[in-house]
């Protein structure tokens, strides 16, 4: 139960930020109006940068390779996509409801990726031990 523990937890926290991806390719203008909204400018690459933090990230927590790298790119871009965002404490109380559920739903997956970043990916991931170990105990080798 171990090795599937941190992978499990890997495919899990992965799913949100698919459909995020998925979100940006097939709904670009949608998403670009929702940071417009929020007063975000330039838009085009704030979006396209999102998009690729969001589908790299997937795959190097996926398949573990530079994992707690990406973990702590992905932890850092979800707080900004958090606060700027779903800033619930900006709005009426009547309409903070759904934001604040999206924030915090979000800082709870904001902690999962800090996890990893911190613990590693476990047994199960490609291995990239250059600078990892600059990030904190790694549990790979851990049985």
Same mark, same amino acid.
């Given at each position: 139960m171990k090795p599937l523990a941190p992978f499990a937890a890997r495919v899990l926290i992965s799913l949100i930020f698919v459909q995020g991806a998925l979100g940006k390719i097939f709904g670009w203008s949608g998403q670009a109006a929702y940071m417009r909204s929020h007063g975000l400018k330039p838009i085009a690459p704030l979006l396209a940068a999102a998009l690729v933090i969001e589908a790299v990230g997937v795959l190097c927590l996926l398949t573990g390779f530079a994992a707690r790298f990406a973990a702590m790119v992905m932890f850092v871009y979800l707080v900004l996509v958090s606060v700027l965002l779903h800033d619930f404490w900006a709005v009426p #109380?009547?309409? &903070?409801?759904m934001l604040q559920t999206e924030f915090m739903k979000n800082m709870g997956i904001a902690g999962g990726l800090l996890?990893? #970043?911190?613990?590693?990916?476990?047994?199960?991931?490609? /291995?990239?031990? *250059?600078?990892?170990? +600059?990030?904190?105990? +790694? *549990?790979? /080798? /851990? &049985?």
């Amino acid at each position: 139960m171990k090795p599937l523990a941190p992978f499990a937890a890997r495919v899990l926290i992965s799913l949100i930020f698919v459909q995020g991806a998925l979100g940006k390719i097939f709904g670009w203008s949608g998403q670009a109006a929702y940071m417009r909204s929020h007063g975000l400018k330039p838009i085009a690459p704030l979006l396209a940068a999102a998009l690729v933090i969001e589908a790299v990230g997937v795959l190097c927590l996926l398949t573990g390779f530079a994992a707690r790298f990406a973990a702590m790119v992905m932890f850092v871009y979800l707080v900004l996509v958090s606060v700027l965002l779903h800033d619930f404490w900006a709005v009426p #109380a009547a309409s &903070a409801g759904m934001l604040q559920t999206e924030f915090m739903k979000n800082m709870g997956i904001a902690g999962g990726l800090l996890l990893l #970043a911190a613990y590693g990916p476990g047994r199960w991931a490609l /291995s990239m031990r *250059v600078n990892e170990s +600059d990030l904190g105990p +790694d *549990v790979t /080798s /851990s &049985a």
